[in-house]
């Protein structure tokens, strides 16, 4: 019988491929492919289902199966876990393969949608510019730590920093002996091309923002500037995956975590699984509009101040970024603009 689905177990060198026909049996199985030979023997199969867990490499691979004519599938590894027979075969490759083929037919399955090249990339400059701004702080910190060493001691803000080592690099009387005033400029100057290469990700983030329609709209949300507008484009290749703004909440851990039983709901904190990276831009963004609350004239801001009032900040700034995730999904999935709710 023909083969109607495949599991793939992606790895860096050797690959996994398990297939089955239509009743379930067994007709494909091969434990190591080599990475040269898993795109010619996959194209040699007849179009069919084919399953993969979304990992490093997993959307290229998605594309290249897509073009050789098969219904390529990403799933969460999470998700895939259940279907692992794990009484009977320990975890190994094979079996991984065996659990992909097996979930991927289950009509309630959840999948990744698959993301373009463009939108990979412009992940990339995402991920690229966090890592940079992690390196950014330490160099701040390091260099602040270094001058209390010696007595000097600067205000918190990297504005305050750089005004401090321009002074050391200019000033011969500087309180720092000149063996520590080396190391300080050579970490000057590894700061000075952190905020270049910075600078230079967020032209490129700037005009990817003004070619794309989506990005433009969501930058219309209070609370969402550039990066998260781009991040928020360019991670959602498919809003009708989410089949409602909540569990697209839910997706980015902004809801409450339930430990329910008897009839009896009980809420815990945020669940904060998902995409940590846009949960954390949506949250300082939301910490923005809680700062803006008392000059904000829609129902919005008065439905912050009407938090305030009641809950503490750190929460409030929760809650509006779970509403700005519901907002955004909307106005993805129906292609429409933000409008704020006046006050009556």
Not at 41 to 58: D, T, V
Not at 157 to 173: I, M, N, Y
Not at 174 to 187: D, S, Y
Not at 280 to 292: K, Q
Request: charged share 25%.
């Amino acid at each position: 019988m023909a083969i109607v689905a495949v599991g793939v177990d992606l790895a860096k060198n050797v690959f996994a491929v398990h297939g089955v026909d239509e009743t379930g049996k067994v007709v494909l199985l091969k434990p190591k492919v080599k990475r040269a030979d898993l795109l010619p023997l996959l194209r040699s199969l007849p179009a069919c289902l084919i399953g993969m867990e979304a990992c490093s490499g997993a959307h290229h691979w998605a594309r290249e199966l897509i073009k050789a004519g098969h219904d390529a599938r990403l799933m969460a590894a999470k998700l895939v876990a259940p279907y692992r027979d794990g009484g009977k075969n320990k975890k190994n490759d094979a079996a991984d393969a065996a659990a992909i083929c097996e979930a991927v037919q289950r009509k309630t399955m959840r999948f990744v949608p698959i993301k373009t090249e463009e939108q990979q990339s412009v992940l990339v400059l995402h991920r690229s510019r966090d890592l940079l701004m992690r390196q950014r702080t330490m160099m701040l910190n390091a260099i602040r730590a270094h001058l209390a060493e010696f007595g000097t001691i600067t205000a918190q803000g990297p504005s305050k920093v750089v005004e401090l080592v321009a002074k050391l690099g200019s000033e011969e009387t500087f309180a720092v002996p000149e063996i520590a005033r080396v190391g300080l400029l050579a970490l000057a100057a590894q700061l000075d091309s952190l905020a270049t290469a910075i600078r230079d990700i967020e032209r490129q983030l700037l005009a990817w923002h003004r070619q794309n329609a989506a990005s433009q709209r969501l930058e219309t949300i209070p609370g969402v500037g550039i990066i998260t507008a781009t991040a928020l484009a360019a991670s959602v290749p498919d809003p009708s995956v989410f089949k409602s703004g909540r569990q697209f909440a839910a997706f980015l851990g902004l809801v409450p975590r339930q430990n329910s039983s008897g009839g009896k709901d009980r809420l815990g904190h945020i669940s904060k699984m998902g995409n940590g990276y846009l949960r954390r831009l949506l949250v300082v963004g939301a910490t923005s509009v809680t700062r803006r609350a008392e000059t904000n004239d829609t129902r919005t801001g008065a439905w912050v101040r009407s938090l305030l009032g009641r809950k503490p900040t750190r929460l409030v700034t929760v809650a509006i970024a779970n509403k700005t995730a519901r907002t955004a999904w909307a106005m993805l999935a129906r292609n429409e603009d933000y409008r704020a709710s006046a006050m009556a």
